[in-house]
């Protein structure tokens, strides 16, 4: 069974930073790329940033680009998100989700997380 | 960037009924369209890929169909626990993978 957990959400102040992390199981992480979606509160999904299964491509929404940074340890089975420059408008929460296939492009996600909150507030 | 709209932003409709909600991509994005069920409190959970494929576990009475530009999630007989929120995502043009604003589907 395709288990994610995220972990390291919470309140932070604007300006600061926060780095997400999701445990993957229950499939070969290393074929797999990944995703980052999140979800303010009473909002929509909104599609933040994938990763190929190696590593060496990534994507990001426009709104993160340049502040936030995905990555994987394929050795830990485990994938990231680095968030500096947090602004109040990133408050939401944050899933880790699976794609099904190794390449970001052209690839759905199949799997979800069940969420870590981000609070970003003085 | 490709922009998803999901209509009616909210249908009501009386369980054993039938339930259609719509999507349309500001451009083609072949059959590379999927939908997403989600309950409050809950993540999404994957229902239809490919405009059409019902993903494993999936109730018979979910279906999807369109390609390009128009696509139609239809349940066909809803239950109970289908009252929900629903959202597309096209997955073709070059990231982000956009998702529409989502329908919520209530109870009449």
């Known amino acids: 069974e395709v288990q994610l957990l995220e972990s390291g959400g919470g309140l932070v102040q604007p300006g600061g930073s926060l780095r997400l992390s999701c445990a993957a199981s229950?499939?070969?992480?290393?074929?797999?790329?990944m995703t980052w979606v999140r979800q303010a509160t009473g909002k929509g999904l909104e599609w933040v940033s994938g990763i190929d299964a190696n590593g060496f491509s990534t994507y990001y929404a426009d709104s993160v680009k340049g502040r936030f940074t995905i990555y994987r340890d394929n050795s830990k089975n485990t994938l990231h998100l680095q968030m500096n420059s947090l602004r109040a408008e990133d408050t939401a929460v944050y899933y880790c989700a699976k794609n099904d296939d190794h390449m970001i492009v052209l690839s759905l996600i199949d799997h979800w997380g069940q969420g870590t909150l981000v609070t970003v507030s003085s | 960037e490709i922009v998803m709209t999901q209509s009616p932003a909210t249908l009501s409709v009386s369980p054993g009924e039938r339930a259609t909600l719509s999507c349309r991509a500001s451009?083609?994005?072949?059959?590379?369209l999927a939908w997403y069920q989600q309950k409050p409190g809950q993540a999404p959970r994957l229902l239809v890929y490919?405009?059409?494929t019902r993903a494993t576990g999936v109730p018979t009475r979910f279906s999807g169909s369109g390609s390009g530009t128009e696509f139609i999630l239809t349940i066909s007989s809803l239950q109970s626990e289908d009252f929900a929120f629903y959202y597309c995502q096209q997955y073709d043009n070059w990231p982000p993978y956009t998702f529409g604003q989502g329908t919520k589907l209530e109870i009449k």
């Open positions: 229950g499939f070969t992480f290393t074929n797999f790329a």
């Open positions: 490919h405009a059409s």
């Open positions: 451009q083609s994005v072949r059959s590379n």
